[in-house]
Nanobody, 119 residues
Framework: VQLQASGGGLVQAGGSLTLSCAAS????????MGWYRQALGKQRELVAT???????NYADSVKGRFTISRVYAQNTVSLQMNSLKPEDTAVYYC??????????????WGQGTQVTVSS
């Protein structure tokens, strides 16, 4: 199973970016998918998740600014980021809880994509 993330970059404060992540490989079904981020010198933290039933969860720091969505048939998840702030600067990681066979689950991470917000 592979998670391929894309869409990071450099943007000015107040700008927008969209991150995308596609899961591929031997996938039976995907439960939750989400995005996490890790700023320099800090621990990795949850940004947003979305379950197989469409329930969304956001970190308080991004509520109202970020929107997570999925295309279930394509095993993809996206993160629309608006009103970006310098404190959003981090490496963003895609995550998925994947069932590869009946009763067999795994947790996978993408390679990370850098988001830099200039002031």
């Amino acid at each position: 199973v592979q998670l391929q993330a894309s869409g990071g970059g450099l943007v000015q404060a107040g700008g927008s970016l969209t991150l995308s992540c596609a899961a591929s490989g031997s996938i039976f079904t995907i439960n939750a998918m989400g995005w996490y981020r890790q700023a320099l010198g800090k621990q990795r933290e949850l940004v947003a998740t979305i379950t197989s039933g469409g329930v969304r969860n956001y970190a308080d720091s991004v509520k109202g600014r970020f929107t997570i969505s999925r295309v279930y048939a394509q095993n993809t998840v996206s993160l629309q980021m608006n009103s970006l702030k310098p404190e959003d600067t981090a490496v963003y990681y895609c995550n998925a809880e994947i069932q590869v066979a009946i009763g067999v689950f795994r947790n996978d991470w993408g390679q990370g994509t850098q988001v830099t917000v200039s002031s």
